[in-house]
């Protein structure tokens, strides 16, 4: 009897090892060939959120009784407010000049806001978005106070257009307000003539 029991104890053993070795085989590549399929660029959707939340930014909220002050004390250096959405393709073209116009002549002369205006839900989109493009201007949200509120109520005579940037600086009494696209060249003489 002691050596039937014995010799169970020994195969019970045996059979989880080999069970606790076979669970765990494929788990992890072992040969060179299989790590060889495994392309850095094959990234699944989720694997490219994950890896843009991990990079940390992410928008901020502004009321619009915000933007009103920040509009009314903007000054010391040109204040560029720029009014953009996630799905606008001018607007990105906007961002990307405006950014690297910013990186150009410098926070000392030029302060960049991002005024996000899509609805609030989205905002998990827009932080993946900001993350992916890496923008470096301030970040804000612009959160719908009340139906009836507008932009308007803030000082910018605006009819919901965009791309729209407001160029302020109250120190120098510069308020100029433009509803377009920009050329690369085209913004960096219309920002470079207003820093000067």
């Known amino acids: 009897m002691k050596k039937y029991l014995y010799f169970l104890f020994l195969l019970s053993f045996y059979s989880c090892g080999n069970s606790f070795e076979n669970e765990h085989a ?23 959120d994950l890896i843009a939340s991990a990079k940390g930014r992410s928008v901020k909220s502004l009321t619009y009784s915000d933007l009103a002050n920040r509009l009314e004390f903007a000054g010391g250096k ?13 607007c990105r073209e906007n961002n ?17 806001i991002h005024i996000n205006m899509d609805e609030s839900n989205r905002r998990k989109d827009v932080n993946i978005f900001i993350r992916q493009e890496g923008l470096i201007g301030d970040i804000y949200q612009l959160e719908k106070a009340s139906p009836g509120a507008q932009i308007g109520a803030s000082g910018v005579d605006w009819d919901t257009e965009l791309p729209a940037l407001y160029l302020v600086d109250n120190a120098k009494e ?23």
């Open 174 to 196: 510069i308020k100029f307000y433009y509803q377009q696209t920009f050329e690369y060249e085209e913004l960096k003489a219309v920002v470079g003539s207003l820093v000067l």
């Open 78 to 90: 040109l204040h560029i407010f720029n009014f953009w959405r996630v799905d606008c393709i001018p």
């Open 26 to 48: 494929g788990a992890l590549p072992h040969t060179v060939d299989s790590r060889e399929n495994i392309s850095p660029t094959q990234m699944s959707k989720e694997d490219r």
């Open 96 to 112: 990307a000049h405006l950014e690297k116009i910013q990186t150009e002549l410098g926070e000392d002369k030029v302060r960049l």
